[in-house]
Each structure stands twice: as C-alpha cells, then as structure tokens.
C-alpha cells in the first residue's frame, strides 16, 4: 500500500495544495486566467509535442486502439444521456451535460500526471492518443447535442464550421499535430528550443493539478443532486471497467497501453464539463458539484485501480 500512496499522493497533494492556496488566500477567480493560459497554450502543449515527437510513426497509426478506446467513452456517454432523457425527462442540453459528465474525464489535466507517475515514459503514445481523440470527440458532441435541441439556433454550416475552430485550432490538437509531424520525419528542434519545450512540459502537471485544486474551491458544493446517484459511479467504475473490457476483447494491445487507457477512464469529470455548462446555460451549478464529488471521490477508486493493475488483480489480458 506505500507503493499505491506514493503514487496517488504528488497527485491528489498537489490539487490539495492549491485547493487550500485559493481557501486561505481568497484571490478572485479571475486570478486564475494568466496560470490557465500558461497551462492551455504553453505547458501541456509543449508536454503533448514532446510526447508524441519522439515516437515511432507506425506507434500513432494504432486505429483499432483508437476506435475501442471511443468506442467506450462514447457508449458511456450514451447511456447516461439516455438515462436522463428517458427516466428523468430531462431535456437535451441538461442531459448531455449529464452524459458528459460521466464521459468526460480529466484527461487533459490530470491525465498526463498520472500515467507518467505510474507507468512512466511507456505511457507517452496511448496517452497522447486518448487525450487528442477524445478531446475531439467531445469537442463534436456538445455542440452537435446542443443544436439538435432545438436550443441553440445555428445553420449547419455554422454549426460545422464551429466545430472545426474548436477542434483544428485547439492547443492540444495542434501541438499533438506537429509531434505527428515531427515524428513522421524524425525532427529534432535545435537545443535552445527543445530545451524550452522541455521546461515548459515540466511545468504542465504540477500547474495543471494545482489549477485544478484551486477551481475546486472556487466553485463550493451547495447540494448534492440526485443525479449523482448514476453519474458518479457510470464515470469512476463503470467507464474504466467497460474500458478494460473492451480493449481486452478488441485486441491483445501492450499491457501499457490497456492500463493507461484503463487509468484514464477512471479518472473524475473534466472541467471543461463546467465549462460547457456555463457556455448553454445549463446545468451549471450540478456541473460544478459533479467535479468536486467525482475528484474526491477518485482518491480512493483511482486508488483502487493502480492497486488492481499493480497487484495483477486486472490482468493484462481478460481473453487471452
């Protein structure tokens, strides 16, 4: 259990940290842009970049991973959308946040921290992957469920343009694009800025956890809804074992790579997902309490997992 501790505690300790910076310190939330910016356009970026520019081509050509690891995440999505649209009656906009709520890991913030902590270097390839496609993926959903709605009045030509600025032009897809490129023929930036790059990847995990701890206590829970009841467990259980399962029935893909994807799958709701709430006006206030229940509630099931992986408990193979 001091292996497990040692591992979860940089990450949960560092989200601590700045959640306990924001509470004592009382900076308005609009403090946080600058570090927000830094973390979106430059750290984790230039984390991405490296990750993805020093791998084999043929390693990032890994379509059958791909398409089960969204598979997935999308059936997740899926199935929490229709629980809210058909138990509860809600209305689209309410439930896809729901959906996304349960679909959308914190991925880009704390996915790079702890796969890396984990699984080390290993980890780099399926976790620039996960990141990238399912940013896109989401990146797709929540406009395209907001404007089948009704709710939100678009053409669909504005529509699909929308979407292609949020996914063509967004940091982490570029940067994940130019590794691709620098992969394909083997660049190697000159030393001054490589070495730029890498202080700025450095800084992405240790930014981008106490970012998000501080978020964490800006946004104080209030209530706990009702629809928490399926959310929290469709996103902390049932998504990273639907994943194990999936991947392991796919194809016989390295251990690394079914676990990084595992670990990623559980990880707690996004705050993006916040942020989408607030974009629709919709759902804002239980956007904000899904993150803050999912993220405490992670400490013990992200937790659980790595002692399953590291223990043989999840063996790297379900069919073999």
């Avoid at 292996?3 to 300790?13: D, R, S």
């Avoid at 996960?130 to 030509?157: D, L, R, W, Y």
């Avoid at 390295?254 to 676990?259: E, F, K, M, N, S």
């Amino acid at each position: 259990m001091s292996e497990i501790a040692a591992l979860v505690l940089p990450l949960f300790g560092l989200i601590l940290i700045g959640y306990l910076a924001a509470r004592i310190t009382k900076q308005p939330e609009a403090a946080m842009g600058w570090l927000n910016t830094f973390i979106v356009y430059a750290a984790l970026p230039a984390l991405f970049f490296n990750l993805v520019s020093v791998t084999p081509i043929e390693e990032l050509a890994r379509w059958e991973f791909i398409l089960a690891n969204l598979s997935t995440t999308l059936a997740v999505f899926l199935l929490v959308l229709a629980i809210g649209l058909t138990l509860l009656r809600e209305r689209i906009p309410a439930a896809t946040i729901q959906g996304l709520g349960a679909a959308y890991g914190n991925i880009g913030y704390m996915g790079p921290a702890i796969a890396t902590i984990v699984f080390g270097q290993q980890a780099a390839v399926p976790l620039a992957l996960i990141i990238c496609f399912e940013n896109v993926m989401h990146f797709i959903i929540a406009p395209t469920m907001m404007a089948i709605s009704g709710e939100e009045k678009q053409k669909i030509s504005d529509l699909i343009l929308g979407i292609a600025r949020r996914v063509f032009f967004h940091p982490f897809i570029i940067a994940t694009m130019a590794g691709v490129i620098a992969a394909f023929f083997e660049f190697t930036p000159p030393a001054p800025i490589s070495k730029l790059i890498g202080y700025l990847a450095q800084a992405a995990a240790p930014c981008a956890l106490f970012a998000m701890g501080v978020s964490l206590a800006l946004r104080p829970l209030r209530r706990v809804p009702g629809e928490l009841s399926y959310i929290v467990p469709a996103n902390l259980i049932l998504h990273p074992l639907l994943m194990y399962v999936t991947l392991s029935w796919v194809g016989k893909f390295d251990p690394i790579w079914l676990y990084t994807a595992v670990l990623l799958a559980a990880l707690p709701t996004a705050t993006n997902v916040y942020v989408l709430a607030q974009q629709y006006g919709v759902w804002i206030e239980r956007a904000s309490a899904t993150i803050l229940i999912t993220t405490v509630s992670s400490i013990v099931t992200v937790s659980g997992f790595i002692y399953a992986i590291k223990t043989g408990l999840l063996p790297p193979d379900l069919f073999p």
